[in-house]
């Protein structure tokens, strides 16, 4: 027994004209990516053949055809609130200020910046230096200030 072919075929010059102009200059990876897949389904690639050529998965390349079939273009966006929550938020005044404690406690005394950020907040999941950069890029107004800082 043999498994239903699907394909997203038929699609009118504009939508061809549109895909093509994201696959080029789509705003994420990943969206440029599922453009190129319904493209390459429109020109009569089977499912396998677009797994094999972007190297994911059969139920990624299936989800974005659903996607693509109830929503257009609009479906293939990643959605706002998909991937890892931050552990630190700028929405947070705790943050704000445990960060701003141990930037002054760290400038001070010396101790290790992420060290104290964690044991004054006391993050179980492993908060790391590159988090810790990200979250202080946001808080202080110059490169200079982040250097002295880290």
């Not at 102009?21 to 020109?43: M, P, V, W, Y």
């Not at 972007?54 to 990643?78: C, D, I, N």
């Not at 991937?83 to 290790?112: C, F, T, W, Y």
Request: hydrophobic share 35%; charged share 30%.
């Amino acid at each position: 027994m043999s498994r239903k072919k699907s394909f997203v075929s038929d699609l009118k010059p504009e939508e061809i004209a549109q895909l093509e102009e994201e696959k080029k200059h789509g705003k994420s990876d990943a969206f440029r990516t599922r453009c190129q897949a319904i493209l390459l389904s429109n020109k009569g690639y089977t499912i396998t053949e677009i797994t094999d050529i972007l190297s994911v998965s059969r139920g990624s390349v299936s989800t974005w055809f659903s996607a693509w079939k109830k929503h257009g273009l609009e479906g293939l966006k990643t959605q706002p609130g998909q991937g890892r929550k931050p552990l630190l938020s700028m929405d947070n005044k705790d943050h704000i200020e445990a960060v701003e404690k141990a930037v002054k406690k760290s400038q001070e005394k010396g101790v290790n910046l992420l060290a104290e950020v964690d044991a004054q907040l006391g993050l179980n999941e492993g908060l790391s230096m590159r988090m810790l950069r990200a979250f202080l890029k946001k808080t202080v107004s110059s490169s200079n200030e982040l250097d002295d800082v880290l």
